[in-house]
């Protein structure tokens, strides 16, 4: 099944919101992001440079923090970690 960028950003960005109810202090980052993907049967992969604007928007703040990518294809490279400040209606995902 083919997916444009613009719904995968969309399901990205939800998927980064579930994420944050669920992990400590509301934080998410783009491995989380990915894993969620997947699991819900979308390619992150086929985001491309899209994958970029997961966390723009004034609903997202850098935690100042960053950590090693445990995704293969990002080598270990290091990867920022977004905290929600958006809401915090989970029922929104229901």
């Not at 509301?26 to 899209?50: F, W």
């Not at 997961?54 to 990002?74: C, D, H, L, N, Q």
């Amino acid at each position: 099944m083919t997916f444009s960028k613009e719904n995968l950003l969309e399901v990205a960005r939800e998927c980064a919101r579930e994420v944050s109810y669920v992990t400590r202090g509301g934080e998410s980052n783009s491995d989380l992001v990915a894993d969620a993907m997947k699991r819900s049967g979308y390619p992150y992969e086929d985001l491309g440079s899209a994958a970029g604007s997961i966390f723009s928007g004034k609903e997202w703040v850098f935690t100042g923090r960053m950590v090693a990518s445990t995704r293969p294809s990002s080598h270990g490279e290091w990867i920022k970690v977004w905290r929600y400040e958006g809401g915090s209606d989970a029922d929104e995902f229901d």
